[in-house]
T-cell receptor, first 112, second 113 residues
Framework: DAKTTQPPSMDCAEGRAANLPCNHS???????VYWYRQIHSQGPQYIIH???NNETNEMASLIITEDRKSSTLILPHATLRDTAVYYC?????????????FGSGTQLTVLP | DGGITQSPKYLFRKEGQNVTLSCEQN?????MYWYRQDPGQGLRLIYY???????QKGDIAEGYSVSREKKESFPLTVTSAQKNPTAFYLC????????????FGDGTRLSIL
């Protein structure tokens, strides 16, 4: 699986959009980009994933660049409950039940 | 509600003792996973199972054992051979397609007495 690079920490004001970047320059054409978050002492929570197109769900939006070498997770209106470590992961295409490789992630702190 | 249940939430092990962590899922997922997380670290894979009665070692399987006798259950035993077992243990499950996410339980925190 491709390696990802994320900033170690970011701050965001409550009510503003949080934009979390991720570089995955070695991503293959059949690898999906996944985002999870982990609040302290809880299991990781799935947020969103995509292959090529931008995706949006009730939690967030995922913007993937055209060359697929980077992506941005957008939390449109951050709340204090969004304070967590956010992980960007790439995973191989259908047919494989392989592990998720979690890096160090980005600690997002939403400030009141 | 469908989900993954891990128990117990907290567990204490004495020296030389084996302990078993429970993981049950009712999501009808074929694949199940065990991860270990140390403070300030990402997750590392211990074991995974893609189907019943089959499982494979992950990156850090030494000192651990698993079984997969039922689709819903994937217990992890931390044996006395695991010399540094204090960690946060997470179980996950998924379909066998990378296009679908893994879902995680709330974890078991294991400490040594």
């Amino acid at each position: 699986d491709a390696k990802t690079t994320q900033p170690p920490s970011m701050d965001c004001a409550e009510g503003r959009a949080a934009n979390l970047p991720c570089n995955h320059s070695t991503i293959s054409g059949n690898e999906y980009v996944y985002w999870y978050r982990q609040i302290h002492s809880q299991g990781p929570q799935y947020i969103i994933h995509g292959l090529k197109n931008n995706e949006t769900n009730e939690m967030a939006s995922l913007i993937i660049t055209e060359d697929r070498k980077s992506s941005t997770l957008i939390l449109p209106h951050a709340t204090l409950r969004d304070t967590a470590v956010y992980y960007c992961i790439v995973r191989v295409a259908p047919g494989s039940a392989r592990q998720l490789t979690f890096g160090s992630g980005t600690q997002l702190t939403v400030l009141p | 509600d469908g989900g993954i249940t891990q128990s117990p939430k907290y567990l204490f092990r004495k020296e030389g003792q084996n302990v078993t962590l429970s993981c049950e899922q009712n999501l009808n997922h074929d694949a199940m996973y065990w991860y270990r997380q140390d403070p300030g670290q990402g997750l590392r894979l211990i074991y995974y199972s893609q189907i019943v009665n089959d499982f494979q070692k992950g990156d850090i399987a030494e000192g651990y054992s698993v079984s997969r006798e039922k689709k819903e259950s994937f217990p992890l035993t931390v044996t006395s051979a695991q010399k540094n077992p204090t960690a946060f243990y997470l179980c996950a499950s998924s379909t066998d397609r990378a296009s679908q996410p893994q879902h995680f339980g709330d974890g078991t925190r294991l400490s040594i007495l």
